[in-house]
């Protein structure tokens, strides 16, 4: 999987065109490639407990509604399917 | 004449030059302020889908559960998840969602408007009218506004961006709640009013702008601070549990459910907070500048500490109402949510630290500043026809200063004082500022409103003070208020008269009466009827000559005599707002019922004490629903010719103005010539045949003018509207009453509506306001209009609305002010309800329109609010730049 800014725990989104690195303080774009120093954000398509089924959308433990870019930092079901 | 930059010492003002004029000389913002502003300016508005998905989960998670815990619960898991985002430099952080400008759609209350063209969700709302006014909104195409789909972004409401990966679960939650929203609900049930089919042909028309019910059920009302302030959220929480405690099993016990309720949400509000500082921690630990990591550090101990107890100092308490505030308008899709006299609220903290040294006026300022940056981001998730053609992007968070404290005296102050400086300084559309003016505020407090309004902010408005408290004693006297609560009033919304309470805020042993508000909404139930629109309809016997679709059954009426048309009118307009009413109610009874107020009903006197919602009038006050119109002016001066015209001096019959009007009296339209202004119009190739009668109906007396021929028309209408709001009753049993402000309404309401018999060509935007002269036509300067304008009592309204725009060069300088303070206070002596302005030049408004990214922070004032140019619309900015433009005062 493609991981991009979008995806980084050090990405602050502006709005939905743009944001800034906590790190850096530049400026980039949710949809740029991460770099070097990228961290993966909690979501969805991210969690164990998550099973994709088209585009965008998914199952939340085999049974709820869910969609892969939410954003999963503060949910307590969360893990990991694969570690870093 | 010298110009104003060669000539500082010049105090008496000057005439304007050849070349645009800028506004008087500003200080700027603070270093941490203009950064902000720089990132505003960037910022677009973003909506995403992490609160309605959460709160959609847990709301299906608890199918059968009591619906107030329901609603609970949900709101909980909504605050619970959502992702804080703290930005560079913020002192006061939180947001309403995980982007600067973010909000979210609210599926519970409407879902159709927000889907594809194509589905047949929004076609559905189509047909029953909801979205008409939708397709005459024209949406301003600058600043942050998202106008089109781009890339990963798609576009919503012309407004909203949405990122592409959000869109599916957006449709399929939207589709969970079809047949379950408060629209589709309300919906259902006010198909059971008799005469359902006239209220779908009055909304597709356009003769109504919108529904209250499921589009904006809260705001246009002030909020109240007090029970966070004395008692912090675990206070709350042991006030809900000793009333657990006392009522559990005992009769009224949806007292249970509701503390309950209000318990459950305050968890998910303390979540939220918490996970704010969680966010400030980590981004202390990043932060390699020693004093912004400082700033972190301290950001986060202070949301730890709000996030359970009182508030230790001012930025404590600044912090917390700014929570608070967002918490509320994060239940609900909310415009005109007020923080009211927060500057009396808040004086005793601040007192306290300005003591103690802990603060001084530079870091005050600096706070307030950030205050204002954050309000300014403030976005409401809604449907074109009401974000555009109602709110003009803006959401009217009105911050009120002066008036009378609980005992008379005059209640301005020197935190209020820092308050408007900030608002100099920080020039930002939010929040708008208001003066509660009395003869007992003093001078300097007064000069320094002046000199905020003078530098173009377009704030503060000037609103009297006793007309408000006579208005409240009028129509709140039944549920008990007296004179000295009267005087805890402010403005909700952008002009709402809302009424408040005093309440006691303990600190270091005084007790300290702050004022806020004590009851719901103040602006809901019949939302905006077009005026003119009801009486062309009238001189068509009930059609709509736009459309050819009946609206009213014939009136049958030969309307030989004025008297016979007034009647006609006012039987239009009766059933126009006879049916709105019902339907409005049923709306308001579905949301009380499916989305019940959690946060604001904890928030207002005395839910918290009565174990009520305000949807069970658990607020203080609760007469609160009112009947609002647009193009007051347009209808006066209509009404004006043709009885000059056609029953006085009989120039033409009424089938002659028929026929004029049908023929837009020889011009194009204003589609044709992309201009909704009058005075761009171009006349097509029956000119000819129109131009007599165009010109006596141009020429006939005009509301404005002082004078008696039209003003008693005008004298006729408010005396008698005033008077028939009182016949209908609200959800809540009460009488209604008049509320006379235009917002943005008079845009599209104008787009829809023929020319009218006072010369206005078809499609072009109506006067703006309620006691605004039409542009132009206002010949005998400002003391005439004041004249014309308080020819009635204004204390029968919950408001009335005057906006003048006056050229920088006529209150330049310090006599310029002294004069400026004469001419409101002037408006205000003769009895005038509120007066704002508008400090330009006309010319660089001309000039913003063709260069709008060379005039990226210019705001104008508009009906109620200030905005920035490049967002607002293209109806509006016409209509503000054709204002009569006063060169001398």
């Known amino acids: ?84 | 004449m010298s110009t104003p930059e060669t000539a500082p010492a010049n105090y008496y003002g000057h005439r304007p030059n050849d070349k645009i004029e800028t506004r008087e000389q500003k200080p700027q913002p603070s270093p941490r302020a203009q950064v902000a502003r720089e990132l505003y300016f960037e910022a677009k508005s973003s909506a995403s889908m992490e609160f309605p998905y959460w709160y959609t989960r847990r709301w299906e998670e608890l199918e059968g559960e009591i619906p107030i815990i329901r609603r609970a619960e949900a709101l909980k898991a909504g605050f619970s998840h959502l992702t804080p985002a703290i930005y560079p430099g913020e002192l006061l952080p939180m947001g309403k969602a995980a982007y600067l400008r973010g909000s979210y759609p609210m599926p519970w209350l409407s879902e159709s408007f927000f889907m594809a063209a194509e589905d047949k969700f929004y076609q559905e709302a189509l047909e029953s009218g909801k979205l008409t006014a939708d397709t005459f909104t024209t949406m301003g195409t600058g600043g942050g506004n998202v106008t089109r789909s781009i890339g990963n972004v798609i576009s919503i409401a012309g407004k909203f961006g949405l990122r592409v990966e959000e869109m599916p679960v957006m449709v399929e939650v939207a589709k969970r709640w079809k047949d379950k929203s408060v629209d589709d609900i309300g919906h259902k049930y006010e198909q059971l009013v008799p005469g359902y089919k006239e209220k779908e042909a009055i909304m597709r028309s356009v003769i109504c702008m919108f529904d209250s019910g499921y589009t904006l059920p809260q705001g246009r009302e002030v909020i109240n601070y007090y029970y966070p302030l004395q008692y912090g959220i675990e206070g709350i929480k042991q006030i809900c549990d000793d009333n657990i405690a006392e009522v559990a099993g005992k009769p009224e016990m949806d007292r249970l459910y509701f503390y309950q309720a209000v318990r459950i949400m305050l968890e998910g509000v303390q979540a939220w907070i918490r996970n704010y500082a969680t966010e400030a921690s980590f981004l202390a630990n990043l932060e390699k500048n020693a004093i912004r990591k400082q700033e972190y550090e301290e950001m986060s101990e202070r949301l730890h500490w709000i996030s359970s107890n009182r508030p230790r100092d001012f930025h404590d308490a600044l912090q917390l109402t700014w929570t608070f505030h967002l918490a509320v308008l994060n239940e609900d899709a909310i415009s005109g949510l007020s923080p009211g006299r927060v500057g009396q609220v808040l004086l005793p903290y601040w007192e306290r630290d300005i003591k103690s040294g802990k603060l001084d006026h530079d870091k005050s300022i600096e706070l307030l500043e950030c205050m204002r940056m954050k309000f300014t981001q403030i976005d409401c998730f809604a449907s074109m026809g009401v974000v555009g053609g109602v709110l003009s992007g803006n959401t009217f968070n009105n911050l009120c200063l002066g008036g009378l404290t609980k005992e008379g005296a005059s209640a301005a102050n020197d935190l209020e004082m820092l308050i408007l400086e900030a608002g100099i300084r920080c020039d930002t559309p939010q929040p708008t500022l208001s003066v509660l003016y009395d003869e007992k505020l003093p001078e300097e407090f007064l000069l320094k409103g002046v000199a905020c309004t003078k530098i173009g902010t377009g704030y503060p408005a000037w609103v009297s003070n006793p007309v408000a408290m006579e208005f409240l004693l009028k129509n709140y006297g039944h549920e008990g208020m007296m004179p000295e609560e009267a005087r805890a009033w402010s403005i909700g919304g952008c002009l709402e008269t809302s009424p408040g309470s005093w309440m006691p805020l303990e600190l270091d042993g005084q007790v300290h009466w702050i004022p806020g508000g004590s009851a719901p909404a103040t602006s809901v139930g019949v939302h905006f009827i077009s005026l003119p629109k009801i009486l062309e309809v009238a001189l068509f016997d009930g059609m709509d000559m736009r459309t050819g679709e009946r609206i009213f059954p014939p009136h049958r009426l030969p309307l030989n005599t004025y008297d016979e048309l007034w009647t006609a009118f006012q039987k239009y307009f009766s059933e126009a707002v006879h049916v709105l009413t019902l339907t409005n109610n049923i709306q308001h009874d579905a949301w009380r019922k499916i989305s019940p107020s959690l946060i604001n009903s904890m928030l207002k006197p005395d839910c918290l004490k009565l174990g009520k919602d305000i949807g069970q009038m658990g607020s203080r006050y609760n007469t609160t629903f009112n009947v609002e119109t647009t193009g007051t002016a347009n209808l006066v001066n209509s009404l004006a010719s043709l009885k000059l015209n056609v029953y006085d001096e009989g120039h033409y019959t009424l089938d002659d103005y028929r026929q004029a009007t049908l023929a837009n009296f020889g011009y194009k339209t204003a589609n044709e010539t992309g201009s909704f202004s009058l005075i761009d119009q171009l006349p097509n190739a029956h000119y000819d045949t129109w131009k007599k009668i165009h010109k006596r109906s141009s020429e006939a007396p005009k509301y404005g003018n002082d004078h008696p021929y039209v003003d008693s028309i005008f004298h006729e209408w408010e005396t008698w509207f005033c008077s028939m709001a009182h016949n209908y009753q609200s959800l809540y049993g009460q009488p209604l009453y008049a509320c006379q402000i235009s917002v943005s309404t008079h845009g599209p309401m104008g787009a829809v509506t023929l020319a009218s018999a006072d010369g206005r060509l078809a499609g072009t935007t109506f006067s703006d306001a309620s006691m605004s002269a039409y542009p132009g036509t206002d010949k005998n300067g400002p003391y005439a209009l004041f004249n014309s304008a308080t020819c009635w009592d204004h204390s029968e309204s919950q408001n009335s609305q005057l906006n003048m725009k006056i050229h920088p060069s006529a209150v330049w300088g310090r006599e310029g002010s002294r004069k400026f303070l004469d001419l409101i206070r002037a408006y205000l002596r003769k009895g005038g309800f509120h007066i704002q302005f508008n400090v330009v030049d006309s010319r660089m408004l001309k000039e913003a329109q063709k260069n709008p990214d060379q005039y990226r922070g210019l705001m104008v004032r508009v009906a109620g609010f200030t905005q920035y140019w490049v967002e607002l619309g293209k109806q509006i900015q016409d209509e503000v730049i054709a204002r009569t433009e006063y060169e001398e005062i």
């Open chain 1, 1 to 84: 999987m493609d991981l991009t800014c979008n995806d980084c725990i050090f990405y602050l989104p502006v709005d939905v065109f743009q944001g800034t690195c906590k790190i850096s303080k530049e400026k980039t774009s949710p949809d740029s490639p991460c770099c070097k120093d990228a961290e993966r954000l909690p979501k969805c398509k991210f969690c164990l407990h998550f099973m994709s089924e088209k585009d965008y959308l998914g199952k939340c433990m085999g049974k709820t509604l869910a969609y892969p870019d939410m954003v999963a930092s503060n949910c307590i079901d969360f893990e990991w399917a694969q570690k870093n």
